[in-house]
């Protein structure tokens, strides 16, 4: 099966950079920390909401562990350089969808970090925060579901981003642009429903929850896990934009420098 291998040859390829990435670890990790001490010290001084001084660092340790299979995905799944090879081209003529070509492979980069970088991450919080973990099995089901669908917004909106290097001279602004965005409307710096009423409700109408508040909410039990539907939702629509912009890849190819 073509999506098992390209997949499988994109986490052997992780493997070989274990060390250096071991070094991320410990850089994550120590970001991690400095959010949840600061959210402490607030948490002296204020209720914190329904998190509570020990909930929101909860809160903090697993957005920090999950940023690694929602958010830091390849730019734009690699496409970008692709154009500035040329390899754009040969991609193209294979007979498989562009798409689905880059999206097996970023399965792959996904797969090695959840298990290198995510559980090793969360695994450290839970001992040095003596963080509770849930007790329910739905709970786990729930959150590995909302996981999955936030990797795969976070893996179409940058096929969209470096498809987009088609069309301009480069797509790095694009990327950096939609971090940026994410960050912000996503509940990482604070949650949600911390912002002011207007920012909050512009992040209601974007993917951008879906990717690490709703699926911290659920996993620490202050939401249902029904809420999953919605970015069900947006998988779909991102799924149809997608296949329809490779659609027009394929009519209009322009290789930069050639």
Known sequence: MLFAVLARKAYARNLQYRGS????????????????????????????????????????????????????TTNGLGLEQSVRTGQIAVDLMRPVHLFYQ??????????????????????????????????QASVYGWTAFALVLAA????????????AALWTTESRWLYWLNYS?????????????????????????????????????????????????????WSIGFTCVCLAVTAGVRRKLEVQGG
Request: hydrophobic share 50%.
């Open 21 to 72: 990435h071991m070094l991320h670890n410990g850089v994550s990790a120590v970001f991690g920390f400095i959010y949840a001490s600061i959210w402490t010290g607030l948490g002296t001084d204020a209720s914190l909401g329904d998190y509570g001084a020990q909930g929101i660092v909860g809160y903090i340790a697993f957005n920090q562990a999950i940023l690694w299979i929602t958010q830091f």
């Open 181 to 233: 965005f994410s960050m912000l409307l996503s509940g990482f710096f604070i949650p949600l429903e911390w912002l002011p009423n207007w920012l909050r409700t512009i992040s209601q109408y974007t993917p951008y929850p879906y990717l690490l508040y709703y699926p911290t909410r659920i996993y620490m039990q202050l939401e249902q896990g029904t809420v999953v539907l919605g970015a069900l939702l």
């Open 102 to 135: 880059a999206m097996s492979r970023e399965w792959g980069q996904i797969l090695y970090q959840f298990l290198y970088k995510f559980i090793p991450i969360y695994v450290l919080y839970i001992f040095i925060f003596s963080l509770q973990l849930p007790k």
């Open 152 to 163: 795969y917004i976070s893996l179409c909106t940058n096929y969209l981003i470096g498809v």
